[in-house]
């Protein structure tokens, strides 16, 4: 649901705008959700190489119809083909390549982030659900890019860019720029800086739907 | 030396009440369907799984679990997307849980195969998963304690097997199996194909030292 | 993307005076002695080398030590037939020396590419090379404290790569080369071949992703 | 030098005397000098397979003379074959091997060896010389059977099986069986035990060469 009165960006207008900040020659790795949708909105002639915890690098353009391999597969499941350059490996080396930082760029999506850079994006309060964490606590302490890309507020209106966050938190100080329908925001030393506003929304409007302060 | 068994139900066998196995696969990518199907039919019982999933819908895992012969699992993401016999379980109380997140599971597991007495990792500093853990703190950054990992048995699948117990992989299927061979007392890989020649030095993932049993399961997933 | 460099030369031109550099190999087979000649004509000063040798004879590792350009070897095992070199600049207190047990070096190695902490390992311990190191002991086994050992520069020796700068090996050339890939800032490896074609994804024992710069040289030790 | 008046074996005879106690299907690591001579004698019909540190798994026998393959070696630096069945792997999977427990038997040298266990096998108290360590302190922490092999005494008639090792250690209370030119002793939680002496030896006559003392 739309902030009320804003403009707010759709998921694709979403996708194209990180996009736009994924450089030539970067090893990116997307979230499930969201951030999966980014791959397609890349700039032509850039050449992006895709990184999947499940074991590959190099991810290519989903398969067609009727020739997808069961056992190529990304860390959403769903079937995928290998890029050229691409590389196999198994589970220890998949996380060396997360944890020691040799990835340069993770866009995840979140519940909640703080605006001294922490996120929560893994459990949220309610015990009825068994927890699961998969890779996002790995790829948040190792890859020096961390973005998060998301609605800015909750279906309920309530804020998710935060003071601090009340979800368990995924990592801690981790969140280096935030990307939502309504605006781009940098984490800073200081907090929340604004990089740019969805066309047409005044930072006052923002602000108001933000209960971290956004300095500019 | 000659590693391959005749059939998944003769591989199963030595696994025991009460054993803590490891069940290689990620989604349903590389997981030893063959060999979960006859530790159902072998009948062992109290289980500790060690896998990433806790399995989908009534196969693999989840058929362990729906016949309540799971009573721990130790995995990172136990919620996929028709994991309803896990959630079920949980809910009710009738299944403990571990969780671990994606890399340290791997990295314990791997410890475990390495002899190594643990490893501090900044994963989960900080969070509610490091709670009760060891931390400290190394250059102004935080880490966690870890602890290996070791499991009884490792059920494995593989792409290509020789009877020497080395195997090869097949693309993303590869994933967890070959950190958990190394962790296991006792590996058992199910291969879709079980070469006649040795796999050629060059291309071996797995070598077989690894590996303590080989059988050939035809079928993909 | 395209990580092929034109000629050592150009490969090794980063390489600062002072800086930490890893050296691929194991005896003779593995070392990058096309870069390692390259590293001597560039001049760099000063340089800490990772490296399980210390060279030997007149070539190689040994050709930088006997000109007086390496200022510290961290190494588990420096006396190799031959290593004159070596032993006359440590004789002479010339040069600086950390031995480290083969398997703990190689894992320190691993510890830095994988951004861990550090981790605890049975080796040494007990022994002069644990000395005011932290120990531990668990379950009755005693484990001795290892930090990572990262470096600004790896110089690496392959069979094969590509311009994305995966990498394939040969033989018992694989040795350092792929650990030492992982852990430093800034990869160069010299490869046999230098194919046009990428790596079958299957065949990739280094990823590109470890691997900054490819040059090819062709000659065989 | 043999020590006076007592029957030793040659070092082919030690090979095989050893080689008689590794298992079919043995995965085992032969250290440098002596020990690499025992897969020579190991009796027919048995399938040992050889772990070498710098990343195989399978050695074979030597190659013919002018087809070594240079990039094909063992630790010893030797040119080496690659058996049916072999692997390569790079140093950190190796030294997993060594270190997890999943090699069978290692056959090494040693300086001295102590009714504890105790093996001193990599550095003398002559500091002249530069340390080197190679792979022994993973070896003897990591396999379970380990083997020594060596001349009782040391040419200058001293011994080298002692209550305890004065040069520095290699490992503490690692050593499982000590294979001499006159004798063979398993190490006990009581010390020393004689399992045989070489033909026509008497107990007391390798006692007198032995400080510590021989359990029967």
Chains 1, 4 share one sequence.
């Not at chain 2, 958990?180 to 007392?185: E, Q, T, V």
């Amino acid at each position: 649901m739309k902030a009320m009165g804003l403009n707010a960006l759709d998921d694709a207008q979403l996708a194209a705008r990180v996009a736009q900040d994924i450089p030539d020659g970067a090893y990116v790795n997307l979230g499930i959700g969201k951030p999966t949708h980014v791959s397609g909105y890349v700039p032509e002639g850039r050449e992006v190489i895709y990184h999947s915890e499940n074991g590959i690098l190099g991810l290519g353009p989903t398969p067609p119809l009727g020739e997808e391999d069961p056992e190529l597969i990304d860390a959403s499941k769903r079937f995928v083909t290998a890029a050229p350059g691409a590389a196999y490996f198994e589970h220890s080396d998949s996380f060396a390549m997360m944890r020691g930082g040799h990835i340069d760029i993770a866009v995840l999506g979140a519940y909640q982030v703080a605006e001294n850079g922490d996120l929560a994006n893994w459990a949220t309060l309610d015990e009825t659900f068994p927890p699961a964490v998969g890779g996002a606590m790995d790829l948040v302490v190792g890859v020096p890019s961390i973005f998060v890309m998301m609605r800015h507020v909750n279906r309920d209106g309530s804020p998710k860019i935060l003071k601090e966050c009340t979800y368990p938190l995924t990592g801690l100080g981790v969140v280096n720029r935030v990307y939502t329908d309504l605006a781009v925001l940098d984490v800073t030393g200081d907090g929340f800086r604004l990089v740019e506003l969805t066309d047409g929304n005044s930072l006052e409007a923002v602000q108001a739907v933000t209960e971290a302060r956004i300095l500019t | 030396m000659d590693k391959s068994v005749e059939n998944l139900a003769t591989a199963v066998a030595p696994i025991t009440d009460g054993a803590t196995v490891m069940i290689g696969g990620f989604g349903s990518s590389g997981v030893p369907l063959g060999l979960i199907d006859a530790l159902f039919e072998q009948g062992a019982n109290g289980l500790t799984v060690i896998s990433n999933n806790a399995g989908a819908a009534e196969v693999g895992i989840a058929r362990l679990i729906k016949a309540g012969r799971v009573a721990k699992v130790i995995c990172s993401y136990p919620r996929t997307p028709g994991s309803i016999w896990f959630e079920k379980r949980f809910e009710a109380g009738e299944i403990a849980l571990e969780i671990v997140p994606q890399g340290t599971l791997a990295e314990r597991i791997r410890a475990a195969g390495a002899g190594l007495g643990g490893f501090l990792t900044p994963t989960a500093y900080g969070t509610k998963l490091a709670e009760g853990k060891e931390t400290r703190v190394i250059d102004g950054r935080g880490y966690v304690l870890e602890a290996p990992l070791p499991a009884d048995f490792a059920i494995i699948r593989a792409e290509c097997g020789d009877r020497w117990g080395n195997l090869r992989f097949h693309a993303t299927a590869r994933n967890f199996n070959p950190v958990m061979a190394m962790a296991a007392k006792n590996t058992i890989a199910e291969v879709r194909v079980l070469s006649e020649a040795a796999l050629p030095p060059e291309t071996v993932v797995t070598p077989g030292i690894f590996v303590q049993s080989v059988v050939e399961y035809g079928e993909r997933p």
